[in-house]
């Protein structure tokens, strides 16, 4: 194993090479330097493991020596080695970025000191470089899972969206309207899930999903589709978004919202306005005082209280009590003068 190298400043010959001939036996090679400049300067062509400095020179001392030594050696440890009695030489030492210091006493046992000191010292640079690479490595694996991650994402919405278009292609080519009804439902459904899956692959944070934003795109690609598929109908009902700003929900959660908001837009297309008429509908996210979140869908059409047969399968009613269950809440018709107002409350 190479030796140890150490450079030591002391303006005094006759103590560093007793210096060196305590240290060779621990294999540390000790160079001996009388002054802060000569250290300096030899520092800065070769390299050394460790620094000893002591604090009387000839012409100065070494806390004046400390700061020009300091912007040449990097993180390398310095030892402090002082003969005075004062804590406070030893203090500014270590303000000025010691690693470690040494009293220097007249029988020299502060030689086998200053070894056990730099040989600590060592190995507490080990230890930071050990966890300065540790720390990068974790680094780096975060951000490769969160580049496959945002892959990943960016891939299955990308598929959903494939499936998403040949549910609208067999839609249109099936003659049965009810087929073709149910084809346009479970593509609004497929949306629904796309919608978050093209969130996560561009955000910063695939934890969590900005409600109002998503919400806004989901209700901008469910109108686009159902207004394709009634094109030629006079019926063409307005859709308004009214959300509370810096929502985040869970991205678990943002998917079950998202299937919840899609049924209930869906029947609300499909039953609230009378055929020939519009009307307008309303998704209203609000974060209430109690800490809960309040999603609603209302309309000013013919009305449903949420009691008796479910008109079409029934499957939406299926699927939107499913999609709550997952939110730990129920969709409840709260009884208003005109139109249907559905809502559901769930805390993040």
């Known amino acids: 194993m190479a030796a140890v190298r150490v450079l030591y400043i002391d303006d005094d010959p006759g103590i560093g090479r007793l210096v060196e001939r305590a240290l060779a036996p621990r294999g540390i090679a000790v160079t001996h330097v009388p002054d802060g400049e000569t250290g300096i300067a030899l520092l800065a062509r070769e390299g050394f493991d460790a620094i000893a400095l002591d604090h009387n020179l000839a012409s100065e001392t070494g806390l004046d020596v400390m700061p020009r030594l300091r912007r040449v050696s990097g993180d390398t440890p310095v030892i402090y080695v002082t003969g005075s009695e004062d804590a406070r030489v030893a203090v500014a030492a270590l303000k000025a970025g010691a690693a470690d210091y040494v009293w220097k006493d007249v029988q020299g046992h502060f030689r086998e000191l200053m070894g056990e000191a730099i040989q600590s010292a060592l190995a507490q640079v080990r230890l930071k470089r050990e966890a300065e690479e540790a720390q990068r490595a974790i680094r780096e694996a975060r951000d490769r899972a969160e580049l496959l991650l945002h892959e990943v994402n960016h891939r299955v919405a990308n598929s959903l969206a494939l499936v998403a278009s040949l549910a609208r292609l067999q839609a249109n080519a099936v003659t049965d309207a009810s087929a ?68 985040k929900v869970p991205t678990d959660k943002a998917v079950s919202i998202g299937v919840i908001v899609t049924e209930l837009m869906t029947n609300a297309y499909k039953y609230a306005y009378p055929e020939g008429s519009r009307g307008e509908i309303r998704v209203v996210l609000r974060r209430a005082a109690d800490g809960l979140l309040t999603i609603a869908v209302e309309d000013d059409g013919v009305g449903w209280k949420g009691t008796g047969a479910a008109q079409g399968t029934g499957l939406g009613t299926r699927v939107i009590t499913a999609m709550a269950g997952n939110l730990q809440t129920t969709v409840e018709y709260e009884p208003v003068p005109k139109g249907t107002h559905a809502v559901f409350k769930f805390r993040i």
């Not at 149910?182 to 910063?204: C, D, F, K, N, P």
């Not at 934890?207 to 919400?215: D, I, Q, T």
């Not at 686009?224 to 019926?235: L, R, S, T």
């Not at 063409?236 to 009214?242: A, D, F, I, P, R």
């Open 180 to 247: 073709r009804s149910a084809l346009q439902e479970m593509q609004a459904r497929i949306m629904a899930v796309a919608g978050i899956h093209r969130r996560l692959y561009t955000s910063s944070d695939v934890r969590v999903v900005e409600l109002g934003s998503y919400l806004m795109s989901l209700v901008d690609e469910l109108s686009a589709a159902i207004d394709v598929a009634d094109k030629g109908a006079d019926k063409k009902n307005v859709v308004v978004l009214q959300a509370d700003a810096d929502v």
